[in-house]
């Protein structure tokens, strides 16, 4: 079975996604990805998990399911989603119209030496997703695509969505987000004008 | 599967999932996440019918922790639903709420206690605690139906005022013995 690893930059795609972001708000799953969106400019409205493996997606879900008026973006790794593989059969059930799921895949665990995930061995992540109910989903090679990805994402009415997005493997700088889980947290809160108690 | 569970007599007459669904809408959870389990049939009903609380089912009780944390990201309150057979798996995904001092409110039924028929059920109950222990959750008990009430709304105050993680282990005594005959088809 051959590795199925794409050619997008990483990068690139997150900056692309995140622009013109309006009122869009981004969960971004451990490892790379939460690099990524760091990188591709510090918001309020970005909260970069630093660990909860496979937890990202229900981030979102918990998330949108609260702030139906705003557009919900998680930005993960397919090792991320698929350790939570099961987050997408129970954000079908729910069916939150505010919620998209953007997988970076590049087939591997890049975080851990680059061993093949499943994804690389062949899974699609895609059409697990279709299969689990999720009614919007899409396989992105190219920036074109992702352009038409970005445009859809305030489109509160359309997910949920998840796109599988294939990225190269290579490897590309750390760009370090804070850490510090209490304060992402609440800068995100006040961010929504939830006071800090 | 030879035997099947036909109903379940509760070992009291007085109704503490309403007393427990009360006293989250009185603390305005608008959202209940939940693994099954016979013990909180209930309040999962009641849920499912209150159009002002989101009722998420899940496939794995970490999933639950997640959504809690997105949920108080938002601004809603959550509270997780699961029997003691789930607690082991929530053990990283408790990494999150620790590290952001999330809210966590978790109301776990228990099995392996209380007249337990099914041997498997029993090493996990008994590891409930302590599972929930090592995580720094803090661990509250609710052994009589009278007290549903109080114990869920100081549970409820140290989790959504305190900022805490806190687990309310609902007694299996209280939920009855589950009664066993043979299936006939």
Redesign the interface.
């Known amino acids: 079975m051959s590795s199925a690893t794409g050619t997008l930059d990483r990068r690139a795609v997150v900056k692309a996604l995140l622009a013109e972001r309006g009122e869009l708000?981004v969960?971004s799953g451990l490892g790379s990805s939460s690099y990524d969106v760091f990188d591709a400019g510090e918001h309020p409205g970005n909260?970069y998990?630093?660990?909860?493996?496979?937890?990202?997606a229900?981030?979102?879900?918990?998330?949108?399911?609260?702030?139906p008026k705003r557009p919900v973006l998680v930005i993960t790794g397919d090792g991320e989603q698929l350790m939570?593989i099961?987050?997408l059969?129970?954000i079908a059930?729910?069916q939150p119209g505010n919620l998209s799921i953007a997988v970076l895949d590049n087939g591997h665990f890049g975080e851990t030496g680059m061993q093949l995930s499943h994804s690389g061995l062949g899974a699609k992540l895609e059409v697990i997703a279709s299969g689990a109910g999720i009614p919007s989903v899409s396989d992105i090679a190219d920036m074109a695509g992702i352009e038409r990805l970005r445009a859809s994402l305030q489109d509160l009415r359309g997910g949920p969505r998840l796109a599988r997005i294939r990225i190269s493997a290579g490897e590309v700088e750390r760009a370090l987000p804070p850490r510090d889980?209490?304060f992402?947290?609440n800068r995100?809160?006040s961010h929504?004008g939830?006071a800090v108690? | 599967m030879d035997q099947i569970a036909v109903h379940q007599d509760n070992a009291t007459s007085r109704d503490w999932p309403v007393a427990i669904y009360r006293t989250l809408k009185d603390f305005g959870v608008a959202q209940l996440c939940y693994v099954p389990d016979a013990g909180h049939s209930k309040l999962i009903r009641l849920s499912h019918a209150d159009a002002d609380i989101k009722t998420t089912v899940l496939t794995t009780e970490e999933e639950g922790v997640a959504l809690a944390a997105g949920a108080w990201l938002g601004g809603d309150r959550a509270v997780l639903l699961m029997q003691s057979s789930g607690v082991g798996n929530c053990v990283n995904m408790l990494s999150l709420m620790a590290s952001c001092r999330f809210p966590l409110l978790t109301l776990v039924t228990m099995r392996g206690e209380w007249a337990e028929f099914n041997p498997w059920q029993i090493p996990m109950g008994k590891a409930t605690p302590q599972a929930f222990e090592i995580m720094g959750t803090t661990v509250l008990r609710l052994d009589d139906p009278d007290e549903a009430d109080e114990v869920i709304s100081a549970a409820a105050s140290l989790a959504y005022d305190g900022d805490q993680q806190v687990a309310v282990l609902i007694s299996q005594r209280m939920i009855g013995r589950k009664k066993w005959t043979r299936e006939t088809h």
Do not use: E
Request: net charge positive.
């Open positions: 708000l969960i909260f998990l630093w660990g909860a493996m496979g937890g990202a229900m981030v979102g879900l918990g998330l949108a399911l609260a702030q939570g099961g987050s059969l129970t059930t729910r889980g209490t992402l947290k995100f809160r929504l939830f108690k």
